[in-house]
């Protein structure tokens, strides 16, 4: 069985075989060598709403991370399209943060990608770009995005959209 460890330094999320014997303890990160604590039964942590933050700026998402834990949500992060479906596809997180511009397969691709999974398609997904172009927004509800959301943004804002749509889901009635 795979599972999901998050990094609590880096809070990338990365995949473990779930190997009944001889689990260890801890095992060091792929991507910055801390420890992180294997915990049986489950996840490394649990928190309130889950996140995903798809980007390909480190630093972008470790900020990103470390608000959203402070928020009270548990974060996880991929570095691109293909692992943040494959993230989301496992993890059924609650929201899914998604830059635009990324190498490899881009924003807007990977959110055609989620919302063809029935699995995936009522996630809200929120777009994060600092492009000025007037058909984005358009291109973006086409892809299936629930808004669009542009740079520069402090990352409270991030934290306050996210709360204010949850909240709003949770108090709407169901159809």
């Given amino acids: 069985m795979r599972r999901t460890l998050i990094c609590p330094k880096c809070h990338l999320a990365q995949p473990m075989e779930d190997a009944e014997e001889r689990r260890p303890a801890e095992v ?33 998402l470790g900020t990103y991370a470390k608000t959203l834990e402070r928020a009270g949500y548990r974060p996880l992060i991929a570095l691109d399209g293909p692992t943040g479906i494959e993230i989301a596809t496992r993890e059924r997180p609650a929201v899914i943060l998604l830059d635009v ?29 600092a492009l000025e172009d007037i058909g984005l927004e358009t291109m973006a509800r086409k892809a299936g995005a629930t808004s ?15 709360g204010e749509f949850l909240e709003r889901k949770a108090t709407s009635p169901k159809p």
Wanted: glycine letters at 10%; proline letters at 9%; charged letters at 25%.
């Fill in 28 to 60: 060091p990160c792929g991507n910055c060598g801390h420890p992180i604590k294997v915990k049986v039964g489950g996840a490394s942590t649990s928190r309130g709403a889950t996140i995903l933050c798809i980007d390909d700026d480190r630093i972008v």
């Fill in 148 to 162: 669009l959301i542009r740079k520069p943004f402090g990352p409270e804002d991030i934290v306050r959209v996210i």
């Fill in 101 to 129: 511009i990324m190498p490899t397969m881009h924003g807007l691709e990977v959110c055609r990608n989620l919302r063809a999974d029935p699995s995936l398609k009522d996630i809200p997904i929120f777009l994060l770009t």
